[in-house]
């Protein structure tokens, strides 16, 4: 009797067991395609952010070619274009973007920022007037800065750039493009102050280093400022306050810099090297 017992236990718990699988089955499933999902979406990430751009380019444009109608695919597709410079593409793919009628104001502000990168600034424009002025990002104030920038209307363009300076952890890309904007102001100063605040959220940005120089130059600052260069980075400084001096008319200055920068690094600076000769020559020296 007591055998009985533990056989029809077991058995039981065989039947529950084999109940149990056949109904976890689809369950298991699910969470599968749930983990692809995630993977997938998790790949994608990766391509817009650490992966050669052209790269994810390539994976987007196959993707698509699986499933043409994946609205997240053309956005990937897009943006990795953009990152590979390839403006004029991605403009035709933010097109179709706002076509599907999945476009959302990022894609808006995204297809603005592909059209300025193509000198489409009316069509920009327009997009940026058809987002909905509750969307507040950085990258929505950058871009309407630099519109306003573009009509000249420097009140309205130094408020969007303070307000998109704020919107950031890392305001070094906009507080060059602002001191830039005071620089084509004719305001040497103040776009001397803001390259200088770029740098010290980004002491790698060049292209701040480089603003900054030219800013102090247009000033008769024909000396270097203390901030953390490269000693190639250095030899280009000085080769582009050379550049300025020339212009402004101090040769001497510029004679000199010229060769500061190739005693600063001779293999890298042969541009140097052509400009003082040719300086030299004018010179008669």
């Not at 718990?13 to 995630?38: E, M, R, Y």
């Not at 909905?132 to 750039?161: C, G, N, Q, V």
């Not at 830039?180 to 200088?196: I, M, N, P, V």
Request: glycine share 4%; proline share 4%.
């Amino acid at each position: 009797m007591r055998l009985l017992s533990v056989t029809t236990i077991v058995i039981g718990a065989a039947l529950a067991l084999s109940g149990c699988s056949k109904f976890q089955a689809p369950t298991a499933d699910k969470k599968i395609s749930a983990l692809n999902v995630i993977d997938a979406s998790n790949l994608n990430d990766i391509m817009l952010t650490v992966a050669d751009p052209n790269e994810a380019v390539t994976y987007f444009q196959k993707a698509l070619e699986k499933e043409p109608d994946r609205i997240e695919f053309k956005r990937g597709l897009a943006q990795s274009l953009v990152r590979a410079k390839r403006a004029s593409e991605a403009v035709l793919v933010y097109a179709d973007i706002m076509k599907s009628g999945e476009a959302s104001n990022e894609d808006r502000v995204n297809y603005a920022d592909a059209l300025i990168r193509t000198n489409e600034w009316a069509l920009a424009e327009k997009q940026l007037n058809d987002t909905p002025p509750t969307y507040e990002t950085y990258k929505r104030y950058r871009l309407e800065a630099m519109i306003a920038d573009s009509h000249k209307k420097w009140k309205k363009a130094d408020a969007f750039y303070e307000t998109a300076a704020g919107l950031t952890t890392n305001p070094a890309p906009v507080l060059n493009n602002w001191g830039y904007s005071k620089l084509t102001r004719g305001d040497y100063k103040a776009a001397e102050k803001l390259f200088l605040e770029a740098i010290t959220y980004d002491p790698k940005m060049f292209t701040a280093k480089n603003n900054l120089v030219m800013a102090r130059a247009a000033q008769g600052k024909y000396t270097l400022p203390v901030i953390r260069m490269t000693q190639e980075e250095r030899a280009k400084l000085l080769y582009s306050i050379a550049v300025l001096a020339m212009k402004n008319g101090d040769d001497d200055v510029a004679r000199g810099l010229l060769q500061q920068a190739i005693d600063t690094h001779p293999r890298y600076f042969a541009n140097a090297v052509r400009t003082l000769e040719a300086l030299n020559q004018r010179a008669g020296i």
